[in-house]
């Protein structure tokens, strides 16, 4: 479809996708929009209009500063206003042009995207980060578990600390072991993360379990994500439990949620077919998706570099499979909740990552040459403070955060 705006950006803000964020401007408060080329449509102005009362719906779920109310109404209702706004936008229709041939109504409803601050999409009380990514989890040299084909690991990671791009990533403290010793100090081996997150819709009551044919029902949308992570803190801390500081200091997802349906063109088959007991064997074989990630690295001397192309296809376990696991033991879920893939390495060396899997754990640097007029040799074992690492989706947005010193 095409559309009378204008998206012939390189944003991929077109009418196949119209992802859900939240915005704000000198003069509005915060409230959702859908991007639509270099435009926001502002879905409470549009409520306001009048243009959603042939759903059958609370619309004051669209009056909200985050995206919780309105992702909690569950995917009939969203299909219904996904339908009119891209009638509403589309180029050859009767309702297009209610809002394309009416100055004064387009003024009211749509606002550049360059004159708006983007915030938080949704008030996320829960987020677990999983472990799907085989590339990842072999990488360096690392041998499999044997329960790790059998059922998607994860952790619960630390929700308060989620950000929105932009964000600036204060370099964390921690413990860890220099010359076999443990001591406190600044980090010294800070990594980035490509993940895949997904936000929850409608969620589940404690001590029921989701149906792995029904988790998808219960997703409202995706997010490109950062988990940033303390690698020497990591790994410090990770014997005998889990992640736990080496993690929980931040984590940056894309301002954009880009809702399921938008994706059902880029769904693909899981990296590996085995068998799987019971309740984690889905009927739909293409069950996750095909998203190409780029990871750039920008900085004060930089220009931007693209280190690695990812891809959202490199899991062994799709979004369902991992709801179903995840509330296998009764687990609720709830509207708001975030669950991410772990990291999406791919099979070849320009697909890693993160920096622990290029440079091997430090032991062998990143290494690149800057164009332009002065050339310059740039080594990367881990991040220094001023870096940005940029993360960009088709439809998605960016997702970047700058390094900064711990002081």
């Known amino acids: 479809m095409t559309s009378w705006i ?6 991929g803000f077109c009418l196949d996708v119209l992802p859900y964020g939240i915005f704000s401007t000198e003069d509005l408060d915060a409230r959702i929009g859908v991007a639509i080329g270099r435009y926001i449509l502002d879905l409470k102005a549009l409520a306001e209009e009048g243009f959603f009362t042939t759903i059958d719906f609370d619309s004051s779920a669209l009056m909200g500063s985050t995206l919780n109310d309105y992702a909690a109404l569950g995917k009939q209702v969203h299909k219904q206003v996904r339908d009119l706004i891209q009638e509403l936008l589309a180029h050859a229709t009767r309702r297009g042009a209610e809002l394309r041939d009416n100055q004064d109504r387009r003024d009211r409803v749509l606002v ?12 996320i009380g829960d987020y677990t980060d999983f472990f799907v990514g085989p590339y990842h989890a072999q990488n360096p040299g690392s041998t499999l578990h044997r329960n790790y084909l059998n059922q ?9 600390s989620v950000v929105i791009s932009e964000t600036p990533i204060r370099r964390p ?8 010793n443990p001591i406190f100090g600044d980090c010294q081996k800070l990594d980035f993360e490509v993940e895949f997150a997904a936000f929850i819709g409608q969620g589940s009551e404690h001590g029921s379990s989701i149906p792995v044919d029904e988790a998808e029902d219960h997703i409202f949308g995706f997010v490109i994500m950062n988990d940033w992570s303390a690698r020497d803190i990591q790994n410090w801390e990770s014997s005998p439990l889990g992640p736990f500081n080496g993690k929980n200091f931040a984590t940056t997802i894309s301002p954009w949620v880009v809702p399921l349906e938008a994706l059902e063109p880029f769904r693909e088959h899981p990296v590996s077919s085995r068998p799987l007991l019971p309740y984690l064997q889905q009927k739909r074989e293409d069950s996750v998706y095909s998203v190409p990630i780029t990871v750039s690295l920008n900085g004060k001397q930089l220009l931007s570099h693209e280190m690695f192309k990812c891809n959202t296809k490199y899991v062994v376990f799709s ?21 991410a893939t772990g990291t999406l390495s791919g099979p070849s060396r320009k697909e890693l990552g993160c920096l622990l899997e290029a440079t091997k754990n430090g032991s062998e640097p990143y290494e690149f040459h800057t164009s332009g007029p002065e050339t310059k040799n740039i080594v990367r074992r881990y991040l220094e403070d001023g870096d940005i690492i940029e993360l960009k989706a088709s439809g998605f947005g960016s997702c970047s955060g700058l390094i900064v010193s711990s002081e």
């Open 173 to 180: 403290k921690g413990q860890f072991l220099l010359d076999n």
């Open 112 to 123: 550049k995207r360059s004159q708006a601050t983007l915030h938080l999409p949704m008030s």
């Open 319 to 339: 979004f369902a499979q991992m709801l179903a696991h995840h509330t296998a033991g009764g687990c609720p879920l709830r509207t708001g909740d975030l669950i």
């Open 152 to 160: 998607p690991i994860g952790y619960h990671g630390r929700a308060s």
């Open 6 to 11: 204008d998206t012939g950006d390189d944003s």
